[in-house]
């Protein structure tokens, strides 16, 4: 029997039980459907504390977060938690406190489920809600791309050597490839989307949530076991560190200097931003049961964020001593995984738990599309009164398909041409951009309907500019191969258009109605009404 033929099956049936996990976890949550649409779009509001936490840490923790991290500190080195780590940690809480509660009140007060129908009364303007569908629609298909690209190159590292005949893989010079004989991307990916389907159509959001919960545990968990085994595969800590600085590509990367510039460094601070215009954490806020829910979330998401990525980071790291110079970035994860832990059980757990961290955001954002559609489209030009909730249930099913089907496509398509991180981090820079919108609604009452327009109008422009310019521009411009501005993230100059075009356009054009102000800022109405009355005479 050759080496290719021992390889042990037992990963994939752990991996294909977990999975199967999630599928009676769907089909139990359906069994507390109500029936309405209400609850499957947010689980009747009714999600307390430690669901509210689990569900929004695992949809903000993606494949960019275990595949492109790791990845990226493989090509990019240690600075790589610096650039959204450390920020994303401080910044994500702050988000959740100054942006996320406000949106939820309005939500729970005027039955808003999707963005778009928020923006739309608060600034008055059907045309902004039809302006923001197809942007925000836009920018999550990059943010599943990174989950399904992840998904199935990972799913290939884990399984290399488990089918040598049906996946054989060569290299130029006719040896077999280090991932010959693994799951292809496309029948792993493939996978994966059906799967995270079937809970999704079971049982809506709250599917999701309950899923979610689960997939956070689980990817906590397993994450945990993966950096003992491997780094205990290395020698421990200490020597795992030596070996990186004694080999030629991992001893730059131990320093910061030369790989990322200053600017580049700062201006990332922006990128965690979007998280106060992801349409799927967005409808996540809304499911909360009170603003007491939140308090949890804020607290502990930063702590979280520290637990996944500092183990992430430093086995990116690490791989440059044991992979040597020429691995797939989008595939590091996996290959250290398989070829580290020896053991099939240990390797099905663990990558049922890289999984888990990678679904856990798609089934949140394949929702919100589905809610998007069926509420901002559907129903706006066809009537809230035209529909069954049953009917309303099965537009949102049929677009989820529809999204489902693209983003799956272009995930074949693309292949290896996209590193995980950086299609991440161009999708984040997109929702960052939009950040001043969703702030001087919640905080400005003089921001105008133009202001509003002009600002997403000018942001998505230079957004797709800037896009184009890297996708077609030369390697080398970044510390490795980014496109910058002035030695900044494109997100700087996109951030910047937008606030000041909202800025400008707003203070040169008609004010809100009083109606409109006070609807959004009771609180500050009622204080302005007290403090005008007169005071009686003694």
Wanted: glycine share 10%; hydrophobic share 55%; aromatic share 12%.
């Amino acid at each position: 029997m050759n080496a290719e033929s021992a390889v042990s099956l037992l990963p994939l049936w752990l991996i294909a039980g977990y999975l199967a996990l999630l599928i009676g976890l769907g089909i139990l949550s359906s069994r507390f459907f109500k029936g309405d649409s209400a609850d499957f779009f947010v689980v009747s509001r009714s999600v307390g504390p430690f669901l509210l936490l689990m569900s929004i840490f695992g949809t903000t923790m993606t494949g960019f977060a275990m595949v492109g991290s790791t990845g990226k500190a493989y090509t990019s080195g240690i600075g790589v938690y610096g650039l959204m780590a450390s920020w994303s940690g401080l910044i994500h809480s702050a988000v959740f406190f100054l942006v996320g509660i406000r949106l939820w009140a309005a939500g729970k007060r005027y039955g808003y489920v999707t963005q778009c129908e928020y923006f739309r009364e608060r600034f008055e303007s059907p045309a902004l809600g039809y302006l923001l569908f197809p942007i925000l629609v836009l920018l999550v298909i990059p943010y599943l791309l990174v989950g399904v690209i992840s998904a199935g190159k990972f799913l290939q590292a884990t399984t290399a050597g488990m089918f040598p005949e049906a996946f054989r893989l060569t290299l130029p010079n006719g040896n077999p490839h280090p991932l010959s004989g693994g799951v292809p991307p496309w029948l792993g990916s493939l996978v994966i989307c059906l799967i995270v389907l079937s809970y999704v159509f079971f049982g809506g959001l709250r599917g999701a949530v309950w899923a979610n919960t689960f997939q956070t545990l689980v990817f906590m968990s397993a994450g945990a076991v993966a950096f003992w085994l491997i780094s205990t595969r290395l020698g421990g800590l200490r020597e795992a560190a030596q070996a990186v600085a004694e080999s030629e590509i991992g001893r730059p990367r131990l320093a910061r200097e030369g790989l990322i510039g200053h600017g580049q460094f700062f201006s990332y601070f922006l990128v965690p931003l979007s998280v106060g215009m992801f349409p799927h954490l967005f409808q996540h806020w809304l499911t909360a049961r009170s603003a007491k829910s939140f308090r949890l979330t804020v607290i502990a998401h930063p702590i979280f964020i520290a637990i996944v990525w500092v183990p992430c980071i430093l086995i990116g790291l690490w791989a440059t001593a044991h992979l040597g110079p020429n691995a797939s970035p989008n595939a590091v994860l996996g290959r250290m995984v398989s070829s580290l832990v020896h053991s099939p059980v240990l390797t099905g757990i663990v990558a049922a738990g890289v999984l888990a961290a990678i679904m856990s955001s798609l089934d949140s954002q394949f929702m919100c599309l589905g809610t998007m559609f069926t509420n901002d489209v559907v129903l706006r030009l066809a009537g809230r009164d035209r529909f069954t909730d049953r009917q309303k249930i099965l537009l949102a099913r049929g677009f989820i398909l529809l999204v489902v089907a693209v983003t799956y496509g272009l995930a074949v398509y693309l292949k290896d041409s996209a590193q995980v991180f950086d299609l991440g981090v161009w999708c984040f820079s997109g929702f960052a951009s939009l950040f001043p919108l969703v702030f001087a609604a919640v905080y400005w009452r003089r921001v105008t309907k133009a202001g509003a327009l002009a600002s997403v109008a000018s942001a998505a422009a230079v957004w797709l500019v800037l896009f184009r310019q890297d996708i077609l521009a030369p390697a080398g411009q970044g510390g490795d191969g980014e496109l910058l501005v002035f030695g900044l993230m494109p997100v700087a100059i996109i951030f910047a258009v937008s606030a000041v075009t909202l800025v400008v356009v707003s203070l040169l054009t008609r004010p809100p109605s009083p109606e409109t102000v006070a609807r959004f800022f009771p609180e500050k109405e009622a204080r302005q009404r007290v403090s005008a009355e007169p005071v009686p005479a003694p």
